[in-house]
Structures are given as structure tokens and as C-alpha cells.
């Protein structure tokens, strides 16, 4: 039986996402092959499972610094941690896999491992961010405007002082080494994009992507949605970076729109530092199950990130359990949210969630745009259908 190593650096239980999808196809693959799902986490709500099998490698010490300097020292370990990489390809190689299936690693895991897990087994990566791109979000005005005007997004003009433009031309510097490193280390590592968005952008960096396979979800089977009644009301889920938060929070206040929040004490500091009048709620952490239920109450569900966003779960979620997801033009869902209501995504530069309005088209059109939703939610593949593409892809039987 072919043993397949699925490796992403953490469990979903201490960061939800991509470790996520990697769970999911871990469990999908778990049913016809011996598969290892490997992680660093030192959650304690992290489960000892038989099938997949799950084995937590020991974590080294992060690095953790802020501003520049940490940028500078966090890629320096990334790239060129010889002393950690040697320990996690020793560990890996004595689970003797057959294939290895990469999802995210670089914070505790260097990516320098990358250049010698081919001579242990083939290597496919799966490319969650753009951390190959910038060692952070990757936002518009990362991107010159060739870039951006073949991807459809408004650029703003740039008004940088000397100082400010002569950093850039640094930074710039920088990250064109590190591009560079890392396409060395990848050239026998097979990438795979999960939307078009994203693949257009990592080709025109360089980077030979060889599939774009989008995320498979799970269908919905939820006991007793039909009698929940959906309110009128936005909810966003997850972190505060790059997500547009800031951008949601002017246009529901004074409003009376009630917003629902889950998310950690800093979004919850965010809220409550926020001078507007909001009708808020705060609900902490969530679970998977708990998010789905609280999708399943609300209308819309705010996925509209300032910087480029993949292809992200919680705007999925929302398609399969029927909320309408509000997303940006560097979000990877806009060509789906488009075939649902073209005014659902929003211009990068958009200052203003036209919630209200939303309403109003919501109790307008309430047929017609959940007719649309449900063409689009047929249209997603589900986690098997997904992996079916990279057993091929793969050549895995």
C-alpha cells in the first residue's frame, strides 16, 4: 500500500486554514492508502488518531521578532537553517514515505527542507498564501501595475517620500533574492495553485506552477438548518491582518447593522477600542461545528480582505451553507461571487461595505440571488473530488 506523508507545520486545532484542508485530505487519502498527516503543534486539544496516522514533530524555538529586523532574521532561518532542516528531513525520512504531499511550512519547519525532501520521495506542494512571493500579505501595492492591470485590480497612485521610495527599491531587492533562493529549492518540487488568481500571479513571479486544483469542501449536512431563520445581520470570522476589517467596522457603525464577530482577545480589542457606535457581538474563539451554526443564522458573511487572499475556507463555508459571502477583487472567490451578484465584491480600494443596500437587494431578489448561491454551491468541488485530481495529477492509484 502506497504510504503517503501529508506535512503541514501546524494542526488545525492551533491554527485553523490551511492545516484545515490538509486534515481533510489526510482523512480523504486515510481511506485507501497508509497516510501520515505530520505537524509541529503542542496544542493540547491536538488528538492522537489511528487512521490517518498523526505524528507531531518537536518544535524549535519560532522566531518572533518584530519590524525589519525580524523580517531579516525570520527569512535568514527560513532559507539557510541548515541544523533544523537536517532534523526534520531525518525524521521525515525514517517515516519512509512514498510520496509527500507539502501544504505550509516556514515558520518552525525552514523551507530549506524543500530542497532535499525530493531525494526521500516525489514532493507536490500545495500553495496556500503568497508567502513565496513576500514573507507576509501580499497586498496591491506589492504588485507594479502591468501586474495588477492583468489581474483586473485597481491600483492607486503611489505618493512615497524619497526616503520611503528608497526603501523600496531595498525591500524590492530583498525579495527578489528570496525569490530566487526559493525557486532553487523548489525545481523538483511539483506546485499546485488552489485558484486562477493566485496562479496567474506566481507564474508571473517565475514560479512553474503545474495545476491549479481548488479546494474541495464539505457538502453541507447540518441537522436542522431548514428551520433556522437567517437574520439580518454580517459576520466575520478569523484574524485581523490584511482582512479588511477596518473597512467593515466604518460602514456598519451608526448604521444599526448588527455585526457578529469570532475571533481572538485582538479582534476583540480592535471592537472595543473602535470610537463608532456598533452593534456588535463578540463571540470568542469558535469551533468548526460552531462556525457552521453561525453561518447558518446570518445573510452575509464578510470575507473582503485589503490584501490578495486565496482562496479562503470561510468564504467557501459560507457558499455551502447558504450565506452570501461579500468578498474583494483580490480575494480568489470573486469570480464566483460575481455569478452570484456582481456588487458583492468590492473595488481593493473601496472604503465603504454597502451593507444596507445588500439588505434591501437580499428582500428584492431573495429568490433569485439563493438560486444563484445554490448554482454556485453546486459548482464546488467536495474534498473527493478534489483529491481525485491530484491522485491523477499525482499518479497515484
Request: proline share 4%; aromatic share 10%; glycine share 6%.
Amino acid at each position: 500500500m502506497t504510504r503517503i506523508l501529508v506535512l503541514n507545520e501546524l494542526h488545525p486545532s492551533e491554527q485553523p486554514g490551511a492545516a484545515t484542508i490538509a486534515l481533510d485530505y489526510a482523512l480523504a487519502l486515510a481511506r485507501f492508502s497508509d497516510t501520515i498527516f505530520v505537524h509541529t503543534s503542542i496544542s493540547d486539544n491536538v488528538q492522537e488518531t489511528q487512521i490517518p496516522k498523526i505524528k507531531s514533530l518537536a518544535r524549535g524555538k519560532g522566531v518572533h521578532r518584530a519590524g525589519y529586523s525580524g523580517e531579516l532574521l525570520s527569512t535568514a532561518t527560513d532559507l539557510f537553517g541548515v541544523i533544523k532542516a537536517s532534523r526534520y528531513l531525518k525524521e521525515i525520512r525514517d517515516l519512509n514515505p512514498d510520496f509527500i504531499w507539502v501544504h505550509q511550512i516556514g515558520n518552525f519547519i525552514p523551507r530549506l527542507l524543500l530542497f532535499f525532501l525530493s531525494s526521500v520521495a516525489p514532493v507536490v506542494m500545495t500553495i496556500h498564501d503568497y508567502g513565496l512571493i513576500v514573507p507576509r500579505k501580499l497586498y496591491p501595492s506589492d504588485l507594479d501595475r502591468p501586474r495588477l492591470y492583468a489581474l483586473n485590480v485597481d491600483s492607486s497612485p503611489s505618493n512615497r517620500s524619497f526616503r520611503q521610495a528608497v526603501f523600496a527599491i531595498f525591500k524590492t531587492t530583498f525579495y527578489k533574492l528570496r525569490r530566487l533562493t526559493l525557486r532553487l529549492y523548489l525545481r523538483r518540487v511539483k506546485l499546485v495553485c488552489i485558484s486562477q488568481q493566485q496562479a496567474q500571479i506566481y507564474r508571473s513571479y517565475g514560479y512553474r506552477v503545474v495545476a491549479v486544483i481548488p479546494n474541495g469542501i464539505a457538502k453541507c449536512t447540518c441537522i436542522d438548518t431548514a428551520s433556522t431563520n437567517r437574520l439580518n445581520t454580517v459576520l466575520f470570522l478569523g484574524r485581523l491582518t490584511g482582512k479588511g476589517v477596518d473597512r467593515l467596522l466604518e460602514s456598519v457603525s451608526d448604521s444599526g447593522t448588527i455585526a457578529v464577530f469570532a475571533g481572538g482577545e485582538e479582534l476583540k480589542e480592535k471592537i472595543a477600542k473602535f470610537p463608532g457606535k456598533l452593534n456588535a457581538r463578540f463571540l470568542g474563539q469558535l469551533n468548526r461545528d460552531e462556525v457552521l451554526c453561525e453561518i447558518h443564522k446570518t445573510s452575509f458573511v464578510y470575507v473582503a480582505s485589503d490584501c490578495f487572499d486565496v482562496y479562503p475556507t470561510t468564504g467557501l463555508e459560507a457558499i455551502r451553507h447558504g450565506a452570501m459571502p461579500i468578498v474583494s477583487e483580490t480575494t480568489g472567490l470573486r469570480d464566483l461571487v460575481r455569478l452570484i451578484e456582481p456588487t458583492f465584491v468590492l473595488d481593493s480600494h473601496q472604503s465603504h461595505v454597502p451593507i444596507e443596500s445588500y439588505f434591501r437587494a437580499m428582500e428584492a431578489r431573495k429568490a433569485e440571488l439563493y438560486s444563484k448561491l445554490e448554482q454556485v454551491n453546486e459548482s464546488l468541488p467536495t474534498v473527493e473530488q478534489s483529491l481525485k485530481h491530484y491522485l491523477e495529477f499525482m499518479q497515484i492509484s
